[in-house]
């Protein structure tokens, strides 16, 4: 796959996944990657989903930097996001706001630590220091500090990284969901 998109084999490879919008913290997750990328080698961002300019639309240079920036690759939406999961290193979900965030438990199943912001879901999802970092939301660089972390601090990382999947497995068992969404139909069908 990394080889499909041109991306360097070698290259600490951070993922987002979601709607190319404002909301999503795109313009300050562009903004912070370009920064780092200027004074760190061998790390790429790749962006899954798709551009939604009429609803929600990114800053003029955030769309300069996405097409400029030879380190960024956009793939547009993918049906299937498991094998763009399987060539990254760590999720970056800078949101302003979610409700729960599939793509944060996504990643955490697929083994990758992630940076989230600091709201409702994200914050439920991942432990400060335990299978990734929290930032404030709409903060650049509080952004570029944790993604530089990641990128430098190998021990952190691969502590974050140990603990991603299980932290998943252990507290999202799909049948504990679909067991509560059953009991909730039918206390309504009674109704």
Known sequence: ???????PQDNFLFIFVGRL??????????????????SK????????????????????????????NPDIYSVGYQNDVRPYFAIADALVFPSYREGFPNVVMQAGAMGLPSIVTDI???NEIVKKGVNGLIVP???????????QQLVTNQKLY???????????????????VWEAL??????????
């Open 1 to 7: 796959m990394r080889d499909k998109w041109k991306i």
């Open 21 to 38: 919008v404002k909301d999503k913290g795109i313009n300050e997750l562009t903004a912070a990657f370009s920064k780092l990328s200027e």
């Open 41 to 68: 080698n061998n790390i790429s961002l790749l962006l899954v989903g798709p551009f939604e300019n009429d609803l929600d639309p990114l800053l003029p240079e955030t769309l300069v930097n996405i097409e400029k």
């Open 120 to 122: 409702n879901g994200c």
């Open 137 to 147: 939301p709409k903060n650049e660089e509080a952004l570029l500090e944790s993604m």
């Open 158 to 176: 691969n502590d974050l990284k140990s603990s991603s999947r299980q932290i998943i497995v252990e507290n999202y068992n799909r049948k504990e």
């Open 182 to 191: 059953l009991k909730a139909y039918r206390k309504m069908c009674k109704k």
